[in-house]
């Protein structure tokens, strides 16, 4: 028996102490298993997480990089260097004339709704007929320094914007803002009827710094092929430091409407009403009436006559005025690359207090399109008025005669030539007991190169002269301009 005990009691020991090894090795092997399972749970939440974020990883910056390229496409960013030569920067006589060379650095940016080509890197010009809307904004800034006045050193401003919206498919909402600081003594003219490169005229001959901007908003509705009504509005503000020149606005509205009976026959109607304000001058309440009636031969030929009526209304002690011009017309395209215009008549302005000041009156144009050159010749006179300016010179007989010539000589250069003469009498000036008329002629040639396509340059030479009935106003300037521009 006490063998049985004693054997019986050596085996349950090593038995007990196997179930202990066995259940030791079970739980580290099933610890092990728990790992591995947490290892390759983990493993698995890695790669699905690799897998989500990997194409967001790798997606934004494609996303961005095509919007970023997409918002770029809009946007144009360009820098000018021009170098001037100015034999007589203040048009004034030659034994009291300054002579300078300047320089202009005008960084400036473009925008467009449009994008731009791919190929050529511009915007496009003429929009859609699906797109509804759209705005075109260039705007540049000059730093202007003078090599030898120092004191005429500024900072010019060019800018212009053209917006619009189509509220349907016969209602359009445009407008045009044009934004000008310049010290030209000859100003852009602005104004509709103006001829491109066209100036204002003037009497001055210092240089100062003026600010001009004219905001021009316009809706028009069309109830047919040539059928319409429209309302535009002006604003135009001028701002100037000087002693002699002085601030003014104005304020215009103008309505007008066009209608077509049929094919052959049709009418238009337009008003005025100019509210201007001047810094010292007597403000100016100005209408205009026109009417006018066309005949159309055939969809090349078309003749018309019209009658306009304008009066001006000063406060004392200035003297208003009215004027009458009645006038005949005709347009014609002779081919479909050469269209002239032709318009003559009489006119008279019947001041307050003196006499009638009377003349003959004309309007006529010529212009040929061709694949590489182009012909432009006009021919102006009878009478023009000048306010909201330096000078408001007011009513002037003037006679103007323009021309220009461009030719595409290579894919990348073009030349041009232009010339000019203008005559103007000023009767409500007296100088010596004399009336001051002027003959200002022109000439001129440019040059333009297109280097690269992100680099152009440019060469401008010209002339101007003036032979005046008073020896103090005769000048004479010659000007040379290169030009350089790096387009991004």
């Not at 610890?31 to 983990?42: A, P, Q, T, V, Y």
């Not at 090349?300 to 009526?309: D, K, L, P, Q």
């Not at 103007?424 to 022109?442: H, L, N, S």
Request: proline share 4%; hydrophobic share 35%.
């Amino acid at each position: 028996m006490r063998i049985t005990k004693k054997a019986t009691s050596n085996n349950v020991i090593p038995a007990k102490a196997g179930i202990k090894k066995f259940l030791k090795s079970l739980d580290s092997r099933l610890c092990e298993c728990g790992k591995l399972i947490i290892i390759r749970g983990s493993q698995k939440r890695i790669w699905l997480g690799i897998a989500i974020l990997f194409p967001i990883i790798v997606g934004i910056p494609i996303v961005v990089q095509a919007a970023v390229e997409d918002i770029l496409s809009h946007f144009q960013v360009y820098v000018t260097a021009q170098e001037e030569y100015n034999s007589n920067i203040d048009l004034r006589p030659n034994r009291f004339k300054r002579d300078d060379f300047i320089t202009t650095i005008s960084p400036g940016i473009r925008f467009s709704t449009t994008p731009k080509s791919p190929v050529t890197g511009e915007f496009r010009q003429t929009p859609t007929a699906e797109e509804r809307y759209g705005v075109d904004l260039d705007f540049r800034a000059g730093f202007v320094f003078y090599a030898k006045e120092h004191d005429d050193n500024y900072i010019s401003l060019n800018g212009t914007l053209n917006g619009w919206y189509t509220f349907t498919r016969n209602l359009t909402f445009r407008v045009r803002d044009y934004l000008i600081r310049s010290d030209e003594i000859r100003e852009t003219d602005l104004s509709a009827s103006a001829l491109p490169g066209q100036t204002l005229l003037a009497r001055t001959n210092r240089r100062e710094p003026y600010y001009r901007n004219v905001f021009e908003p316009s809706l028009e509705y069309r109830f047919g092929r040539e059928n319409l009504v429209a309302v535009n509005y002006r604003n135009s503000i001028y701002r100037i430091k000087s002693r002699t020149a002085e601030d003014s606005t104005e304020n215009y509205f103008n309505p007008r409407v066009a209608y077509w009976f049929n094919v052959r026959h049709g009418v238009s109607f337009e008003y005025g009403l100019s509210l201007g304000d001047f810094q010292r001058s007597p403000d100016l309440v100005g209408h205009m009436a026109m009417g006018r009636y066309t005949y159309r031969f055939n969809p090349r030929t078309s003749v018309f006559g019209e009658y306009t009526y304008l009066t001006r209304d000063f406060e004392s002690p200035s003297i208003g005025y009215d004027v009458h011009r009645p006038s005949l017309g005709i347009d014609h395209a002779f081919s479909p690359t050469l269209s002239g215009r032709g318009q003559a008549g009489h006119f008279w302005q019947n001041p307050e207090r003196g006499s009638t000041t009377r003349g003959f009156f004309y309007d006529a144009s010529l212009s040929k399109r061709g694949d590489k050159t182009t012909y432009a010749l006009s021919f102006q006179g009878g009478y023009t008025e000048v306010y909201f300016a330096a000078e408001n010179l007011g009513f002037i007989k003037n006679h103007r005669v323009t021309g220009s010539i461009t030719h595409q000589l290579l894919q990348r250069m073009s030349v041009g030539l232009y010339s000019s003469y203008e005559w103007a009498k000023y009767p409500g000036t007296e100088i010596g007991f004399r009336t001051p008329v002027d003959q200002i002629w022109g000439v001129g040639g440019n040059a333009s190169y297109q280097i690269l396509r992100w680099l152009n340059l440019s060469l401008d030479l010209s002339h101007r002269e003036n032979r005046s009935n008073i020896s103090d106003r005769d000048y004479s300037e010659y000007r040379g301009m290169l030009r350089a521009t790096a387009t991004y």
